[in-house]
């Protein structure tokens, strides 16, 4: 795709449709010219280069990475008429969009039937998803992973709902016992399941958890706002394919929220909540003075918390579904270089004897730390922090993370690894371009070669 190309095709195609509608004048009040313009451009240009290379493949650092080009189209396209989404009145053609789009991700998680729509972001759609878990277990708590999302614990504390972090194993997946004694209290009303962990990638047991909840009474909500997109992988062939039954019982779960702005190629503002029992809109109920008054059609706006949102949004998301949809054969074959990229470095820093892997990947984050001696967590946190700053700053540069791991987290991996403090910085690299499976050799290269320079 030539986005320059395409970007003009997109001013003509809104001016043509614009000039359907008869001529005006533009407000003088308004007037940029455009010597003025290109001054204020430069600098501009010149601001935004305080920026980490997230396109590229030697970025192999935090969950980032810019849109695909379909996405930007769709999305300056549609901004150029500037819907707004919470209502039919809004935007009705991104409306319909967003509809479409988000009946893609419920058929992706196997629902049957759906209550959905986009958000502004992960964060919004796991409160609206703890918001009806509320209504729905008044007085009862919510109960999470201490490895789950920290915005579960303030979004409970928004919510006014007590919030229980349940203890993870020695990969970082919610320990069962834990949730069923939890459980048994009867002051958990819902319980969060990741699937796909922020900090390494962690699934939680969603079928294994999914019973436990039942038996007791339980909601059961699936965070899935990166991981999501990885049940295109379950039970795939190959290296890459993912053990099948966390990702199908997801489908028997209450609610789940993706992230299309983190795996599904959109720009920021795009996450996702779906509902499986479409009743639950009974929830968002309210009358508004202002809005709806084309239809009695179903406006999104009835049904999420959110007022205004993007309708450039939609458009992204349902233009780049068309070319790319949430499918084994569309986006799946994005999801797989990635998770093989991981898999990759994986097994080079197996080898290495100077690093060493702090837990095998799960889906595309690799977490791993400096062989240092005598290994201790100080050691291993200062080794830490000098390579991702010095990756950074070296001629040839990479671009890495790091992650605080507690020490309890860290021994029940590493029993040989001296605790002589509560935590230790590893690094980490979200491999979540599919161009980093042709990085990978370099990419472990130059770390190797930072962790030796001593
Ligand atoms: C990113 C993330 C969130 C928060 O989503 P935002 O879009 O950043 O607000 C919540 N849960 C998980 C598991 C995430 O990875």
């Not at 039942?214 to 991981?227: I, M």
């Not at 949430?326 to 986006?331: R, V």
């Not at 700053?389 to 029993?415: I, N, Q, W, Y």
Request: hydrophobic fraction near 40%.
């Amino acid at each position: 795709m030539d986005l320059q190309h395409w970007l003009g095709r997109a001013t003509h195609a809104v001016q043509d449709w614009a000039g359907t509608f008869g001529p005006y004048r533009p407000h003088p009040s308004l007037r940029v010219d455009d010597d003025r313009f290109a001054d204020t451009f430069e600098l501009f240009a010149g601001r935004l280069k305080d920026n980490y290379p997230f396109f590229h493949p030697h970025y192999a650092g935090q969950m980032l990475k810019p849109p695909h080009p379909a996405a930007v189209v769709g999305y300056l396209t549609a901004m150029l008429i500037n819907p707004n989404n919470h209502a039919l009145d809004g935007g009705p053609a991104t409306a319909a969009m967003e509809r479409e789009a988000v009946g893609q991700l419920a058929a992706m998680f196997g629902y049957d039937t759906h209550l959905g729509h986009l958000t502004t972001s992960g964060t919004i759609a796991n409160l609206e998803a703890l918001f009806v878990a509320r209504e729905l277990h008044p007085g009862r708590g919510i109960a999470y992973s201490e490895d789950a999302h920290y915005t579960h614990g303030r979004m409970c504390h928004v919510l006014g709902v007590k919030g229980h972090p349940v203890s993870t194993d020695n990969r970082g997946r919610m320990d069962l016992d834990a949730l069923e004694d939890l459980l048994r209290t009867g002051e958990v009303g819902t319980v969060v399941l990741t699937t796909g962990t922020t900090g390494l990638g962690a699934v939680d047991p969603v079928h294994l958890a999914l019973p436990i909840a039942e038996r007791h009474g339980v909601r059961v909500h699936v965070d899935a706002a990166y991981g999501g997109f990885f049940t295109l992988l379950a039970g795939a062939d190959g290296p890459e394919g993912l053990s099948a039954e966390p990702w199908r019982a997801v489908a028997r779960c209450d609610s789940i929220v993706v992230d299309p702005h983190k795996h599904g190629l959109q720009p920021y503002g795009c996450g996702a909540v779906l509902f499986r029992d479409p009743e639950v809109g009974r929830f968002y109920l309210h009358d508004s003075p202002y809005t709806y008054f084309t239809s009695a059609e179903l406006h999104l706006g009835e049904i999420s918390l959110e007022c205004s949102r993007a309708g450039a949004s939609a458009a992204a998301l349902w233009l780049t579904f068309q070319l790319l949809p949430p499918t084994p054969d569309g986006l799946g074959h994005v999801l797989a270089a990635g998770r093989r990229a991981a898999l990759r470095w994986a097994q080079l820093i197996d080898g290495s004897e100077h690093l060493e892997l702090y837990q095998q990947p799960e889906l595309d984050i690799v977490g791993y730390f400096p062989a240092v001696g005598p290994a201790t967590l100080t050691g291993i946190d200062t080794a830490s922090a000098r390579i991702l700053a010095d990756g950074m700053t070296g001629p040839d540069p990479v671009f890495l993370s790091t992650l605080k791991a507690g020490r309890e987290a860290f021994t029940a991996r590493h029993p040989g690894v001296t605790a002589d403090a509560d935590g230790a910085r590893i690094l980490r690299s979200v491999l979540m371009k599919p161009e980093s499976e042709h990085h990978v050799e370099y990419l472990h290269d130059r770390v190797e070669q930072l962790a030796r320079a001593r």
